[in-house]
């Protein structure tokens, strides 16, 4: 049983494009991650959010509590965003999706 | 710009044998976490530790490991008798507070191969 899902697993973009990758959840929760986990494994940290909307730089996440959904969207995407982009969610422990590989070509 | 440290960033032990892996959290955080990645799979989360005790685990922080906070600076997780399975990557975190708005800022992680 999987507390967060996201999709898709696996995205290939051209470069420019407008990206979404969508998570949802199915616990009660206090906040909602965006990590992405670079090639060699590291993890930044790029959003936590508990409503609303956030934005930084090309990257917004928005959350929709009713609907246990958040979404993360990267405009005017780079081969530079190519990455692992990870929900992960803060309820009674922390649950973490299966990540989203993201590609971006040139 | 403060950074967790984690060391090593690869240590290989003999099945059976004990490891502990180090970390030393942002200075003023108040809290730190355990995770852990298999290969190929989903990062889990193992522990949190505030006031120098657990605050929370997961299934998978069983009586063969333990985490201390040994000194003002250094948090670690011991692993007793290990095995195969343990191999992964273990990230430790640390953040301000575990209210909403506090991030968790990510160690670059050890990769431990139990042989």
């Known amino acids: 049983k999987n507390e967060v899902e996201q999709s898709p697993q696996n995205l290939t973009a051209q470069e420019g494009e407008f990206i979404t990758i969508n998570c949802s959840y199915s616990?009660?929760?206090?906040?909602l991650h965006w990590l992405q986990q670079h090639p060699g494994g590291g993890i930044v940290s790029l959003f936590m959010l508990s409503s609303g909307k956030k934005k930084h730089g090309r990257l917004i996440a928005t959350i929709n509590i009713q609907e246990k959904h958040s979404s993360l969207h990267i405009t005017a995407s780079h081969p530079r965003d190519s990455s692992v982009y990870i929900c992960?969610?803060?309820?009674?422990?922390?649950?973490f999706g299966t990540g989203t590989s993201l590609t971006v070509i040139p | 710009e403060p950074e967790v440290t984690q060391t090593p960033s690869h240590q290989v032990t003999q099945m059976g044998q004990e490891v502990i892996l180090r970390c030393v959290p942002i200075s003023n955080h108040l809290y730190f976490y355990w995770y852990r990645q298999i290969l190929g799979q989903k990062v889990e989360f193992l522990v949190s530790f505030y006031n120098n005790e657990i605050s929370e685990k997961s299934e998978i922080f069983d009586d063969q490991f333990s985490v201390e906070r040994p000194d003002g600076s250094n948090f670690t997780l011991k692993i007793r008798s290990t095995k195969l399975e343990d191999s992964a990557m273990y990230f430790c975190?640390?953040?301000?507070?575990?209210?909403?708005?506090?991030?968790?800022?990510f160690g670059a992680g050890t990769r431990l191969s139990v042989l």
């Open positions: 992960a969610v803060t309820g009674n422990q922390f649950y």
């Open positions: 616990v009660g929760i206090s906040a």
């Open positions: 975190a640390s953040s301000e507070d575990r209210v909403q708005g506090n991030i968790q800022y």
